[in-house]
């Protein structure tokens, strides 16, 4: 298998020789018809501008002054055109000589080139002439000019074996500029074949560890080439992506087996709870049964009350244990699609404390309230009232009589937030039962449902923790000096807003 630097030799050698080899194929093919194009365009520039000259003047001042450049300066029209090779004879219609470049001081030599070139020639001459290669040994362009009545011969020319000399050595010069550029060629692609190859080779190894889930080797983000500096970026950043992905995955997983731990936990407590209920239901039950029967035989009206009053007990009992599991069964099923008003929650508490304000004096609990007033939030009233009351009940099973409960609404406009809790003084939590007193049908070390007028049921905190969530906040337990304070936050809503 070919490797990407031998391929990447390989194609820019081709490409080179390519190049190069074309580009002298095409000097070979074109360049000399494309010089001798040129030559001819020049020449006929050169004609054109003759034209303008004064031919009557010019006679006048060739025959005298000499051509030096200070003194002549139609003259010097000339110079441009013969330092590119072109060399120029002009006659009058007499045939003498009006101009002729390397003028010799021989009369008869001149007069046998104006013979040779001009004379033999006369009838080839033509207005508005151009320029051709004539006999393979010259490019030339004979031409006249009409002024004040007279002919004038202009005959402009180049030698070509000058050229076909000069293509000579540019032909040799080329193939020698040939051979090094390819060779310099090759050590340059050899070098730059290897900076592509390593980058690639050491992205390679980088992906290798990536897949064997060792995300410790990087690859160099200094590469000399944007894109592999911009692919081992890239290559970086999936490796820590990965690696996080992984690790949240990872735990997610350790997460869901704790999960499911807490599941088959959650489940042994449901049929503990529901052993529990069922036994439970079956005494009152049991008990209601009873005395129904013996009202039908009792003729004592003060036992009949007893009796009564007994009967009551139990069916509070078990109306309260009923309303805890349809209060659970809502906060699991339906409360997510709860509607939300604004509610102004120091009203809402200062409602439910006159609601057990009598339970309070009845088991002679001393409690103080600090609520700040028009403490607004968005919620909904009828399950916010239920966590607040059973924070209240809660506090008060676990009043001893003569003890304190402390109830407190307050803000923290700084966070903008505001906070419920509800103070007891009694008994602290064990540190290690406050996570677990969250949780559904949780009663602690008792195995059996306490039977009080709020009930027993270990629901009561579970539907807090349930509707404090769905209402966004957050809430706790935290043990004090002489007691235990539960309380849950929410978002405090501005006057803007209300």
């Not at 007028?453 to 629901?459: A, E, H």
């Given at each position: 298998?070919k490797t990407?630097?031998?391929?990447l030799?390989i194609?820019e050698l081709l490409?080179?020789?390519?190049?190069?080899g074309?580009?002298?194929i095409f000097?070979?093919l074109?360049?000399?018809?494309?010089?001798i194009n040129?030559?001819?365009?020049?020449?006929?520039?050169?004609?054109?501008?003759i034209?303008?000259?004064?031919?009557s003047?010019e006679i006048?001042?060739?025959?005298?002054?000499?051509?030096?450049?200070?003194?002549?300066?139609e003259?010097?029209?000339?110079?441009?055109?013969?330092e590119e090779?072109?060399?120029?004879?002009?006659?009058d219609?007499k045939?003498r000589s009006l101009y002729?470049?390397d003028k010799l001081s021989d009369?008869d030599?001149?007069?046998?080139?104006?013979d040779r070139?001009?004379?033999e020639?006369q009838?080839?001459?033509q207005?508005?002439?151009?320029?051709?290669k004539?006999?393979?040994?010259?490019i030339?362009?004979l031409g006249l000019?009409?002024?004040?009545?007279k002919?004038?011969?202009?005959?402009?020319?180049?030698?070509?074996?000058?050229i076909?000399?000069?293509f000579?050595?540019?032909?040799?010069?080329?193939?020698?500029?040939?051979?090094?550029?390819?060779?310099?060629?090759?050590?340059?692609?050899?070098?730059?074949?290897g900076?592509i190859?390593k980058?690639i080779?050491?992205?390679?190894?980088?992906?290798?560890?990536i897949?064997?889930?060792n995300?410790?080797?990087k690859v160099?983000?200094?590469i000399?080439?944007?894109e592999l500096?911009r692919?081992?970026?890239?290559?970086?950043?999936?490796?820590?992506?990965?690696?996080d992905?992984i690790?949240?995955?990872?735990?997610?997983?350790?997460?869901?087996l704790?999960?499911n731990r807490y599941?088959?936990?959650?489940?042994?407590m449901?049929k503990?709870?529901?052993?529990?209920v069922?036994h439970?239901?079956?005494?009152?039950?049991?008990?209601?049964?009873s005395?129904?029967?013996?009202l039908?035989y009792l003729n004592?009206?003060?036992k009949?009350?007893?009796?009564?009053?007994?009967?009551l007990?139990?069916?509070?009992?078990?109306?309260?244990l009923?309303e805890s599991?349809?209060?659970?069964?809502?906060?699991?099923?339906?409360i997510?699609?709860m509607e939300l008003s604004?509610?102004n929650?120091?009203?809402?508490?200062?409602t439910l404390?006159?609601?057990?304000?009598?339970?309070?004096e009845?088991?002679n609990?001393?409690?103080t309230?600090?609520i700040e007033?028009?403490?607004?939030v968005?919620g909904?009233?009828?399950?916010?009232?239920?966590?607040?009351s059973?924070y209240?009940i809660n506090?008060?099973?676990h009043t001893k009589?003569?003890?304190?409960i402390h109830?407190?609404v307050?803000?923290?406009k700084e966070?903008?937030?505001v906070?419920?809790?509800?103070?007891n003084?009694?008994?602290?939590?064990?540190?290690r039962?406050?996570?677990?007193?969250?949780?559904?049908?949780?009663?602690?070390?008792?195995?059996?449902?306490?039977?009080t007028?709020i009930?027993g049921?270990?629901l009561?905190?579970y539907?807090v923790?349930?509707?404090?969530?769905?209402h966004?906040?957050d809430?706790g337990?935290?043990?004090?000096?002489?007691?235990?304070?539960?309380w849950?936050?929410?978002?405090?809503l501005n006057?803007?807003?209300i």
């Amino acid at each position: 298998m070919k490797t990407i630097k031998s391929r990447l030799i390989i194609t820019e050698l081709l490409l080179l020789i390519g190049v190069i080899g074309g580009t002298c194929i095409f000097y070979l093919l074109f360049a000399d018809a494309y010089y001798i194009n040129k030559k001819e365009k020049l020449m006929e520039k050169a004609y054109n501008e003759i034209q303008d000259l004064d031919f009557s003047k010019e006679i006048e001042k060739y025959n005298s002054k000499d051509n030096s450049e200070e003194d002549n300066n139609e003259v010097n029209f000339f110079t441009f055109y013969e330092e590119e090779n072109i060399k120029f004879i002009i006659t009058d219609d007499k045939f003498r000589s009006l101009y002729m470049t390397d003028k010799l001081s021989d009369i008869d030599v001149t007069e046998k080139r104006i013979d040779r070139r001009i004379k033999e020639k006369q009838f080839e001459f033509q207005y508005n002439a151009k320029a051709h290669k004539e006999n393979n040994k010259r490019i030339s362009l004979l031409g006249l000019v009409n002024q004040d009545e007279k002919n004038y011969y202009v005959y402009i020319y180049e030698r070509t074996y000058v050229i076909e000399k000069s293509f000579s050595y540019a032909n040799k010069l080329l193939f020698v500029t040939l051979i090094i550029s390819i060779f310099l060629g090759s050590v340059l692609i050899n070098i730059s074949a290897g900076k592509i190859s390593k980058p690639i080779e050491d992205i390679d190894l980088v992906a290798q560890n990536i897949a064997g889930k060792n995300f410790t080797l990087k690859v160099s983000e200094k590469i000399n080439y944007t894109e592999l500096n911009r692919l081992a970026r890239s290559i970086n950043s999936m490796s820590d992506q990965l690696q996080d992905h992984i690790l949240k995955l990872e735990k997610y997983n350790l997460n869901l087996l704790k999960e499911n731990r807490y599941k088959s936990e959650m489940e042994k407590m449901r049929k503990q709870f529901v052993n529990n209920v069922s036994h439970e239901l079956k005494t009152p039950l049991a008990v209601i049964s009873s005395q129904v029967e013996m009202l039908y035989y009792l003729n004592d009206e003060r036992k009949k009350e007893e009796y009564y009053n007994s009967l009551l007990d139990e069916v509070n009992y078990m109306n309260k244990l009923i309303e805890s599991m349809l209060a659970i069964f809502s906060a699991e099923h339906g409360i997510e699609s709860m509607e939300l008003s604004t509610l102004n929650l120091s009203d809402l508490v200062n409602t439910l404390l006159e609601t057990y304000h009598v339970l309070m004096e009845q088991k002679n609990i001393k409690y103080t309230i600090n609520i700040e007033k028009t403490c607004f939030v968005m919620g909904n009233k009828k399950y916010l009232e239920q966590a607040v009351s059973n924070y209240i009940i809660n506090a008060f099973k676990h009043t001893k009589t003569g003890n304190q409960i402390h109830i407190k609404v307050e803000t923290e406009k700084e966070k903008n937030k505001v906070t419920v809790s509800v103070y007891n003084e009694g008994e602290k939590i064990d540190e290690r039962e406050k996570k677990k007193i969250w949780n559904s049908f949780y009663q602690g070390d008792n195995s059996n449902i306490e039977k009080t007028l709020i009930g027993g049921t270990g629901l009561g905190l579970y539907i807090v923790q349930t509707i404090i969530k769905l209402h966004h906040g957050d809430y706790g337990v935290e043990n004090e000096k002489n007691g235990v304070r539960f309380w849950f936050t929410l978002d405090l809503l501005n006057k803007q807003s209300i």
